[in-house]
């Protein structure tokens, strides 16, 4: 059974002044609450300590909050509110027998706007445009100005702080990629009445009817034409001298989808591996980096890697990523950078969300709480880990209104540039 831990929390949720009750109370809620307070500074306190989370303030919040707990449902609420206090963006509050059948509150079908945003200086674009929002003539590079009549900075910020009270992430910069991606998502029916300046500073007013858009981020800013798939690994030749191959998650597979995306691109002089929006998975380290180890050598780095797979990938790597890059993405891009392969660029770090975890179990059996210990690779970031920080990359940038205006990616421009100068200097391993 899937987790409880809500995948969306709504304003309606929160502006709703209480919850409905769904069954019967069962256990006391308050005992639960204490315990869960002591327990999760004892088993998450070093992440507390090294996130500056004032564990004092949480347990007062949480503790008064308790008092007028009355169901099961709003037992869960709770419980979610206070796992999102970890900043754990893998932490769930898990069902037991008992509370099987407990669910969220309801909240309306989500659609989302067809488009996402990204910060550039001091701006937000339209990084991304498609379906409403392209056929509304919303155009990539535009500035959002205004949301709704408030400056798009005050609405962001109060976005933020209405999901992150019960959506846990790691880090601040992968709460604003998510206000700028996923949670642009609303109720199937909202308005949304944006003031915008297009690329060539003509201001600009749009009226958004949500209605069926998705809200996923694919990573690349602008689509790819001719991307050619073997599983989650997108992979072409953007020109005989540049491979490109965007992994968009990491599952057990990986080692050998590369080795069908190697076999088309692997002629490049210079690859990009584009990890933006990789929604993480699991798989062998060793085995994926060894694809790109030369045949007859060794990487040593933290681990020492060696060459495998039919096609071994020889030449420079540029890594891309974002605060859309998550959990093993962040390993898997991580390992390119910590152990010296490849020159990493991103627009942010990645999200800061690879952590060892635990389960706690509650008095009242009516619940379980899973969340982050330690982080992962705690020898990355000079012996930091990755947990509530990301893979920082060499050189962050922004994306630029004028690139995307005209139908180009500044990260996959970048990349190329790199790649035609390749800065050795920054990257140990050096390639053939």
């Given at each position: 059974?899937?987790?409880?831990?809500?995948k969306w929390f709504l304003s309606a949720?929160?502006?709703?002044?209480?919850?409905?009750?769904?069954?019967?109370?069962?256990?006391?809620?308050?005992?639960?609450?204490?315990?869960?307070?002591?327990?999760?500074?004892?088993?998450?306190?070093?992440?507390?300590?090294?996130?500056?989370?004032?564990?004092?303030?949480?347990?007062?919040?949480?503790?008064?909050?308790?008092?007028?707990?009355?169901?099961?449902?709003?037992?869960?609420?709770?419980?979610?509110?206070?796992?999102?206090?970890?900043?754990?963006?893998?932490?769930?509050?898990?069902?037991?027998?008992?509370?099987?059948?407990?669910?969220?509150?309801?909240?309306?079908?989500?659609?989302?706007?067809?488009?996402?945003?990204?910060?550039?200086?001091?701006?937000?674009?339209?990084?991304?445009?498609?379906?409403?929002?392209?056929?509304?003539?919303?155009?990539?590079?535009?500035?959002?100005?205004?949301?709704?009549?408030?400056?798009?900075?005050?609405?962001?910020?109060?976005?933020?702080?209405?999901?992150?009270?019960?959506?846990?992430?790691?880090?601040?910069?992968?709460?604003?990629?998510?206000?700028?991606?996923?949670?642009?998502?609303?109720?199937?029916?909202?308005?949304?009445?944006?003031?915008?300046?297009?690329?060539?500073?003509?201001?600009?007013?749009?009226?958004?009817?949500?209605?069926?858009?998705?809200?996923?981020?694919?990573?690349?800013?602008l689509a790819i034409d001719g991307l050619?798939?073997?599983?989650?690994?997108?992979?072409?030749?953007?020109?005989?001298?540049?491979?490109?191959?965007?992994?968009?998650?990491?599952?057990?597979?990986?080692?050998?989808?590369?080795?069908?995306?190697?076999?088309?691109?692997?002629?490049?002089?210079?690859?990009?591996?584009?990890?933006r929006a990789n929604g993480g998975g699991?798989?062998?380290?060793?085995?994926?980096?060894?694809?790109?180890?030369?045949?007859?050598?060794?990487?040593?780095?933290?681990?020492?890697?060696?060459?495998?797979?039919?096609?071994?990938?020889?030449?420079?790597?540029?890594?891309?990523?974002?605060?859309?890059?998550?959990?093993?993405?962040?390993?898997?891009?991580?390992?390119?950078?910590?152990?010296?392969?490849?020159?990493?660029?991103?627009?942010?770090?990645?999200?800061?969300?690879?952590?060892?975890?635990?389960?706690?179990?509650?008095?009242?059996?009516?619940?379980?709480?899973?969340?982050?210990?330690?982080?992962?690779?705690?020898?990355?970031?000079?012996?930091?880990?990755?947990?509530?920080?990301?893979?920082?990359?060499?050189?962050?940038?922004?994306?630029?209104?004028?690139?995307?205006?005209?139908?180009?990616?500044?990260?996959?421009?970048?990349?190329?540039?790199?790649?035609?100068?390749?800065?050795?200097?920054?990257?140990?391993?050096?390639?053939?």
């Open positions: 059974m899937p987790s409880l831990a809500p949720v929160l502006c709703a002044g209480t919850l409905a009750p769904w069954a019967p109370a069962q256990g006391d809620y308050a005992k639960d609450a204490a315990f869960a307070l002591e327990a999760l500074e004892r088993e998450c306190g070093a992440l507390i300590v090294a996130k500056g989370i004032d564990w004092k303030a949480v347990a007062k919040e949480i503790g008064a909050a308790a008092k007028d707990v009355k169901t099961d449902q709003e037992h869960l609420v709770l419980l979610t509110r206070l796992l999102a206090r970890l900043q754990d963006g893998h932490c769930e509050v898990r069902p037991t027998e008992k509370t099987k059948d407990v669910r969220w509150p309801d909240a309306p079908e989500l659609a989302g706007p067809g488009m996402f945003w990204c910060r550039s200086g001091k701006k937000i674009l339209i990084k991304t445009a498609f379906g409403d929002a392209a056929a509304a003539g919303i155009e990539p590079g535009t500035e959002v100005v205004k949301v709704d009549g408030k400056p798009v900075a005050a609405w962001l910020d109060a976005r933020i702080a209405l999901m992150r009270d019960t959506q846990s992430c790691s880090t601040d910069h992968q709460a604003f990629f998510r206000a700028t991606h996923q949670w642009l998502a609303m109720p199937k029916g909202t308005r949304l009445d944006l003031e915008l300046k297009t690329a060539a500073g003509k201001p600009q007013k749009r009226t958004l009817t949500y209605d069926r858009g998705s809200y996923v981020p694919w990573g690349p800013a050619e798939s073997s599983g989650d690994v997108h992979f072409k030749l953007l020109d005989p001298r540049t491979g490109y191959v965007q992994v968009r998650r990491c599952k057990e597979e990986l080692p050998e989808q590369i080795d069908a995306a190697l076999a088309k691109v692997g002629s490049a002089k210079g690859l990009i591996l584009d990890f699991g798989f062998d380290h060793e085995a994926f980096l060894g694809r790109f180890v030369p045949a007859g050598l060794k990487l040593v780095g933290q681990l020492t890697y060696e060459s495998r797979g039919p096609h071994p990938y020889a030449g420079p790597i540029v890594v891309i990523v974002d605060a859309g890059t998550v959990s093993a993405g962040e390993t898997a891009s991580g390992i390119f950078k910590e152990d010296g392969r490849a020159y990493m660029i991103g627009e942010s770090p990645t999200a800061g969300m690879s952590s060892q975890k635990t389960t706690i179990e509650l008095p009242s059996g009516l619940f379980s709480l899973y969340v982050s210990t330690h982080s992962n690779k705690r020898a990355f970031n000079g012996g930091r880990g990755i947990e509530g920080l990301g893979v920082i990359p060499h050189e962050v940038l922004a994306y630029e209104a004028q690139d995307l205006a005209q139908g180009v990616d500044t990260l996959i421009r970048r990349a190329r540039e790199l790649l035609a100068k390749f800065p050795k200097d920054k990257v140990p391993f050096q390639a053939r």
